[in-house]
């Protein structure tokens, strides 16, 4: 059975870091792609980032310069950091499996709240 | 940055059928197709249909997703009160190299 969860959410204060964690289990992960996706209250879904099997990734441009994503393949857990938190990044943070090409297997989501 | 145009609302009756739509460019839905996504209030989305047009494991055949050129479409016959949720669209977009989302559309059942 196919398992996404996501950990490392919570209350941030702004401009600290937060890192999240994705464990995945059920399938082989080193195959796979990963994505981030993250929705702020009573919004849309907005796409984070996607990470591919050998590590490579594409980052969303609005995130560029504060936002790194990794993978752990041995151990099954892909990673985000995302730096300089603003208010604006309040959101659930989704990791997804891709199966044909889009996030189309998605974790249960971490809350990430940012406020003083 | 770029996204899909959905309808930000649709409401049918009980038992009818609704249609939803999704369009883009010839970038994304038009060349890479779309994914369909069902997200109930309080709830991760869930895959209806992938990309490549294939019904997702569980899913009932009252919903079916079809395409013409750079619209992609959505249709759910005999609404259930269940069916009531957002419903997004996804495509990768071959030229801004990125994942992008239709705003969702909520769908009601009256």
């Known amino acids: 059975q196919v398992q996404l969860v996501e950990s490392g959410g919570g209350l941030v204060q702004p401009g600290r870091s937060l890192r999240l964690s994705c464990a995945a289990s059920?399938?082989?992960?080193?195959?796979?792609?990963m994505h981030w996706v993250r929705q702020a209250p009573g919004k849309g879904l907005e796409w984070v980032a996607t990470?591919?099997?050998?590590?490579?990734?594409h980052r969303a441009d609005f995130l560029e310069g504060r936002l790194t994503v990794s993978r752990d393949n041995p151990m099954n857990i892909v990673y985000l950091q995302l730096d300089r938190v603003r208010p604006d990044d309040t959101a659930m943070y989704f990791c997804?499996?891709?199966?044909?090409?889009?996030?189309?297997?998605w974790g249960q989501g971490t809350l990430v709240t940012v406020a003083s | 940055q770029a996204g899909l145009t959905q309808p930000p609302s649709v409401s049918r009756g009980l038992r009818q059928t609704a249609t939803l739509t999704c369009t883009g460019n010839?970038?994304?839905?038009?060349?890479?197709?779309v994914a369909w996504l069902q997200q109930h209030q309080g709830r991760p989305p869930k895959v209806l249909f992938f990309?490549?047009?294939t019904r997702s494991s569980g899913i009932s055949e009252r919903f079916s997703a079809s395409r013409s050129g750079n619209t992609a479409s959505l249709t759910i016959t005999g609404l259930q009160p269940d069916d009531e949720a957002d419903y997004y669209c996804?495509?990768?977009?071959?030229?801004?190299?990125?994942?992008?989302f239709g705003g969702g559309t909520r769908l009601t059942v009256l």
């Open positions: 990309r490549d047009g």
């Open positions: 996804s495509s990768w977009d071959f030229s801004l190299h990125i994942v992008l």
């Open positions: 059920g399938f082989a992960f080193s195959r796979h792609t």
């Open positions: 990470i591919w099997a050998n590590g490579d990734n």
């Open positions: 997804a499996r891709d199966i044909v090409g889009l996030p189309e297997e």
């Open positions: 010839n970038n994304n839905v038009g060349n890479r197709g």
